[in-house]
């Protein structure tokens, strides 16, 4: 067998509704730090109903995915209708409380209860601030797939995709350790900071500090990534 039969057939595209159940396994099994959600929330579906649901079900043209030798291992969705997506949660949330709420009183354990804690009490007030109208994108890959060019070329398709359907914009939220090197990595993307708080909810099981990030990027310009290296004007804008 040759080099090129070996190597794995990777592709980048637009999602298709058949992707539905691998986007959702792929958010579980990166939803804890990289790492499978389980030890920190076990019910699965419900996690990616919160995170994928609106995007998969109401938005599928404003995704993208990664694919390799036919499996999905990354994902890019987005939503450019902000008004449209707070009514989906708010129609979805009685159920989703109510399915909360058995799991509260019944099954879950206490890693899982002590997550829905930080929910109520503490989740919604460590949102870093955000664009009142404006697409937004959620990034996600399996960890074996997170390298600089294949999130570079991920990332270009999905700002292409955004630009074919009429925005001029797009923000982002990420999580990172202390050192800010995802930020970084945003930033030479052309990606620039504009808020950010520590999230409480991995104390207890990392001794770094953990951080998430509002990044927004102008797509009136190019779609292109580029090696200029906002990071370095931005410190110097705030120091």
Request: net charge neutral.
């Amino acid at each position: 067998m040759s080099e090129a039969e070996k190597k794995p057939h990777a592709v980048i595209r637009l999602y298709q509704p058949e992707d539905r159940a691998q986007v959702r396994r792929i958010c579980c099994e990166t939803g804890f730090l990289g790492k499978a959600v389980d030890p920190v929330f076990e019910d699965r579906e419900l996690f990616a109903d919160f995170l994928t649901s609106y995007y998969t079900d109401e938005e599928p043209d404003c995704a993208v995915v990664l694919e390799v030798d036919g499996r999905i291992m990354g994902y890019i969705l987005g939503a450019r209708f902000p008004g449209r997506q707070s009514a989906y949660n708010r129609q979805m949330l009685p159920a989703r409380l109510w399915r909360i709420l058995k799991g509260y009183f019944g099954h879950y354990r206490q890693p899982t209860r002590e997550y829905i804690h930080w929910l109520l009490w503490r989740g919604w007030r460590e949102v870093p601030e955000t664009p009142g109208h404006m697409a937004h994108m959620h990034i996600n890959l399996l960890p074996e797939y997170k390298n600089v060019q294949q999130t570079k070329e991920m990332i270009e398709f999905f700002l292409r995709q955004l630009v074919e359907l009429g925005e001029d914009s797009v923000y982002g939220q990420i999580v990172t350790f202390t050192g800010k090197r995802g930020v970084r990595m945003f930033a030479r993307y052309g990606f620039k900071v504009i808020d950010s708080v520590e999230v409480t909810k991995f104390r207890k099981y990392t001794d770094q500090q953990i951080n998430l990030f509002t990044v927004v990027r102008d797509l009136t310009e190019s779609t292109g990534l580029y090696g200029e290296d906002l990071w370095e004007q931005q410190q110097g804008q705030t120091a």
